[in-house]
């Protein structure tokens, strides 16, 4: 059975397409990431299935439930933990939990209960009458998730949750993730952190400018980036310069050329002997190569594959390599 | 349908309370609570300029009168008769008109008082003598009391002259005041007790604060949870949307109540302010006071998607009303053109009618008009505000 069901999602703001044609299902129990940079269209389709924004064009179904017909049943189905903390900081833990469980219509002793069982399970039993205001952002997010399972919804919807978090929560919180899957509660995920997507999800949507450019398992994703003609590739140039990235990125067999640290070239290729007519272009141009390896590829590559741009997040304010020239980021890396 | 009113109305109030509780939570904002109806209190009650506020006014005194009756005056005006304020004036002593006229440029004074060198020598020659006041227009407030304050002195200090005069000249006469004076005019006001400037005040900051927490309260506490990110906590849950905003206009409406309450105690305690009419009324006119307000209220909350842009709208908004609705200057002191807008401001209405109530103990049949048009007021803006709230919140 399918819990979320999305087709030709679309939202426009003014003339800006915010989300494009988004269409996608997420079975029962299932963990779902949604993959993208910063500004890729993920928190607005994740706000339209909340029924917090409506829909420029499509539509999508919730627990079964269509989100323009039906918004009160999708509401009733659907816990949000989004990017902004929903929690009053003035309130304590017990306080929100009550506040938002009884605007849920749940009856007092199921309150009562689900306090007592998700302050356990979230190790935060001894904080539950302390102003949540006084609690660091991890304790937050932990009574954050609680209220947003307190009415036992079918799908948890969880916006960048480790977002700003210590490793060690950030761990807790995976694990977390993990074990209410078992429990048959579907996930819907968004991250830009490519491990978290990678470790948690059952199935991964790559999201690039308002659209889904791929849709599969993690491993089958991986898969696509290398098998048969296709490969990974990191090469490490003594002497690498604009002019050798330049024909490089030139070639037939080159998919994808990046010049990921210093002096040091992740190439996608594709086609029969495409190893030896890289090597051989660079030695051309009087390029000494240092090494050569094959690269297991991970999502940033798969990212890669299918933008041709590097996945990085817009707001640690690193940018995609080629948009700075060769000269500059060489003076300023001193290694 | 029952059900759904029901859970609607429970839903309204668990958020109203919220709302108090986060807001009584709040030290700051607590004590800002308690402290802006004093604040408004002591800035509108003291430093609005009024005829008992003049104090220690510099007054230059030029005396070139060659007789004793110039110094005669001057000593009255130092040291008034009983009955006038004792440290109204603080004399200084100059040579010439033109020092004097230097004096005020450079505003060490704020006027001065000329008395020429003729002045004894026409008196006693049965001639009419002149004393020059001159004023500074600069400020025109500060001239204008003090020319009256010189005025009231000098007129008594004449009457008194005039009197001695009489009773040397028509010897046998029994009241030489009657002669001077014919009669007097004696004002009788309808307000048992010595009403002060406090009771013109109360009533509009009490209106005042009521339309602060009703339209500043709820915008900016709906574009905060907003900037927070728990207003989509809310919207996300399965409640109605009239809800929330009935909820937060519960909430900012006790609050209004509580200030306009706290500003109404300070009154009587502090500043000896009566209260004169109903005390059942005067609560019903404060609820219906924030009633007026709200819709205005959501509107705003629903138009400004930032609490900054919603303070804006909000100064904009409230600064005409504050100025043009009587709450401290009498409408009837304005230009024709302002006087009618002042007729299509809510606050005009609550001010006039909690000063009725408050300062003339009038009962509700006389004050019908402010009531419908203050149930009117609330009506069609929260007809509009609604929908609008609605819409805004699932864009």
Redesign the interface.
């Known amino acids: 059975m399918n819990m979320i069901e999305v087709e030709n999602l679309t939202k426009r703001f003014g003339s800006f397409t915010a989300v494009d044609h988004v269409s996608f299902q997420v079975k029962k129990g299932e963990i779902f990431g949604f993959l993208g940079p910063n500004g890729a269209g993920k928190t607005t389709t994740i706000r339209m299935l909340c029924t917090l924004l409506r829909p420029t064009e499509g539509t999508a179904a919730v627990a079964g439930f269509d989100i323009l017909k039906q918004p009160d049943k999708v509401r009733e189905h659907i816990g949000l933990v989004a990017e902004k903390l929903i929690l009053y900081e003035q309130l304590t833990a017990a306080e929100n939990l009550t506040l938002f469980g009884r605007l849920n219509n749940l009856p007092e002793k199921e309150i009562k209960q689900g306090i007592e069982k998700w302050l356990n399970r979230l190790h935060m039993e001894q904080w539950r009458n302390n102003q949540t205001g006084t609690f660091s952002t991890g304790m937050k997010q932990r009574i954050n998730i609680a209220r947003a399972l307190l009415h036992h919804p079918d799908v948890l919807v969880l916006d960048e949750p480790t977002l700003g978090l210590d490793p060690q929560t950030t761990r807790a919180i995976h694990e977390f993730i993990l074990e209410l899957s078992q429990e048959e509660i579907t996930i819907l995920l968004t991250t830009h952190d490519m491990n978290e997507a990678e470790s948690l999800s059952n199935e991964i949507a790559i999201i690039d400018q308002a659209k889904i450019v791929a849709v599969d398992t993690p491993k089958n994703l991986k898969r696509v980036v290398s098998n048969g003609d296709t490969a990974v590739i990191d090469i490490e140039v003594a002497n690498l310069n604009e002019t050798m990235l330049f024909s490089l990125k030139k070639m037939e067999n080159v998919a994808s050329a990046v010049e990921t640290e210093p002096y040091n070239l992740r190439i996608h290729m594709k086609g029969d002997n495409a190893a030896s007519a890289i090597v051989g272009a660079i030695a051309a141009e009087g390029g000494q190569i240092r090494a050569i390896n094959t690269v297991e590829p991970n999502l940033e590559d798969v990212f890669l594959h299918f933008t041709g741009r590097e996945m990085r997040d817009k707001s640690t304010g690193k940018v995609a390599p080629s948009q700075r020239s060769l000269w500059r980021r060489r003076s300023s890396r001193v290694r | 349908m029952f059900q759904r009113i029901k859970?609607a109305i429970?839903?309204s109030y668990?958020?109203g309370v919220?709302d108090l509780?986060?807001f009584a939570?709040?030290r700051l904002r607590l004590i800002t609570f308690v402290i802006m109806p004093i604040f408004l209190m002591i800035m509108t009650g003291y430093v609005f300029p009024n005829q008992n506020a003049l104090k220690n006014a510099p007054l230059g005194v030029v005396n070139l009168d060659q007789g004793t009756l110039g110094a005669q005056i001057i000593s009255a005006v130092d040291r008034p008769a009983s009955g006038q304020n004792a440290t109204l004036l603080k004399l200084t002593y100059l040579g010439s008109e033109t020092e004097a006229e230097k004096e005020i440029k450079d505003q060490m004074i704020n006027g001065a008082i000329v008395i020429p060198a003729d002045f004894s020598a026409k008196i006693e020659t049965g001639q009419q003598a002149t004393v020059t006041s001159i004023t500074d227009q600069s400020n025109p407030q500060i001239s204008l009391l003090m020319s009256e304050a010189l005025n009231r002195l000098m007129s008594a200090i004449s009457t008194q002259m005039a009197t001695e005069k009489v009773q040397t000249l028509v010897p046998g006469v029994a009241d030489p005041s009657a002669v001077v004076d014919p009669f007097v005019v004696q004002t009788v006001g309808i307000i048992p007790g010595n009403p002060n400037y406090f009771e013109f005040m109360a009533p509009g900051i009490m209106a005042m604060v009521i339309m602060m927490a009703a339209m500043i309260g709820l915008a900016g506490s709906v574009s905060r949870e907003r900037e927070?990110?728990?207003l989509?906590?809310?919207?996300?849950?399965?409640?109605s949307r009239l809800s929330i905003i009935v909820g937060k206009s519960f909430a900012q409406g006790v609050r209004g109540l509580l200030q306009a309450a706290l500003t109404l105690i300070l009154a009587i305690l502090l500043f000896g302010v009566v209260v004169h009419g109903n005390f059942g009324l005067l609560i019903l006119l404060l609820i219906l006071t924030v009633f007026s307000f709200i819709g205005i209220g959501i509107m705003i909350s629903a138009i400004a998607s930032e609490q900054e842009t919603a303070m804006t709208i909000m100064m904009t908004v409230m600064f005409p009303m504050m100025f043009l609705s009587g709450a401290f200057f009498p409408i009837q002191q304005m230009p024709t053109a302002l006087q009618w807008i002042s007729k299509i401001i809510p606050l005009t209405y609550s001010v006039e009618a909690l000063r009725k109530c408050i300062v003339l103990g009038t009962g509700i049949s006389g004050m019908l008009t402010e009531v419908w048009v203050m149930l009117a007021f609330g009506v069609v803006f929260m007809a509009i505000a609604i929908p609008v709230f609605g819409r805004v919140t699932?864009?």
């Open positions: 859970k429970i839903h668990r958020l919220k509780i986060v939570r709040d927070l990110g728990t989509d906590g809310i919207l996300s849950a399965p409640i699932t864009r």
